[in-house]
């Protein structure tokens, strides 16, 4: 294996739920459903901007405008580095991997996100908003293969959504399906696996 790529949310960056409202909690319960619901998706993708998103809210959750804009911009501001990832990227990247961040993510949390150092630490990135594709569609896949001349049965693709991995798996990468809930237990996984 010469090359990880990375999903962000729920790999690389979390929230407490214990800082979390409840309405923030009641509402990423909502996104994290099987199959995401397609409002999401579509934000993502860059497609729907925050006020179109923040307006989808008002009638997923039954509350005004304006409260559903706190909580979106709650969503960001609680999301936080994983210890145990980032430990991880660094000695990966020590061991001289090649990394990689593949994420579906709306221009307004990677814009937030880039604050933290550990974003740093990658080689490149294909982020969903920037390109008008998904994970799981397998362009996506395809684009940052070829954008970054990696070879799929060389490269380690790590998700924590099982739809997103085999959709990876599909394409030729080797995959990992991370379990947000334990990272560290996770991230101990990856260790024994690569380094």
Not at 89 to 116: C, H, P, T, W
Not at 170 to 187: I, L, S, T
Request: overall charge negative; charged content about 25%; glycine content about 4%.
């Amino acid at each position: 294996m010469k090359n990880v790529i990375f999903d962000l949310g729920g790999v690389v960056f979390s929230r407490d739920k214990r800082l979390c409202s409840n309405d923030l909690l009641a509402f990423w319960k909502i996104i994290h459903a099987t199959p995401t619901p397609h409002f999401w998706l579509e934000f993502d993708r860059g497609t729907l901007t925050w006020e179109e998103m923040v307006l989808t809210m008002t009638e997923v959750m039954q509350m005004p405008y304006n409260h559903c804009d706190e909580i979106l911009h709650e969503a960001i501001a609680q999301t936080r580095p994983v210890a145990a990832t980032s430990e991880l990227i660094g000695q990966l990247k020590k061991a001289g991997y090649k990394l990689f961040v593949l994420s579906n993510m709306s221009f307004e949390f990677i814009a937030d996100f880039r604050k933290y150092p550990i974003l740093n630490e990658f080689d490149g990135e294909v982020i969903s908003c920037y390109y008008n594709l998904i994970k799981p569609e397998r362009a996506i896949y395809e684009l940052i293969s070829n954008k970054f001349g990696l070879t799929p049965a060389e490269t380690l693709f790590i998700d924590d959504k099982p739809v997103n991995t085999v959709a990876a798996a599909d394409f030729g990468f080797n995959v990992f399906n991370f379990d947000r809930e334990n990272p560290e237990k996770a991230c101990d996984e990856l260790r024994k696996m690569l380094i």
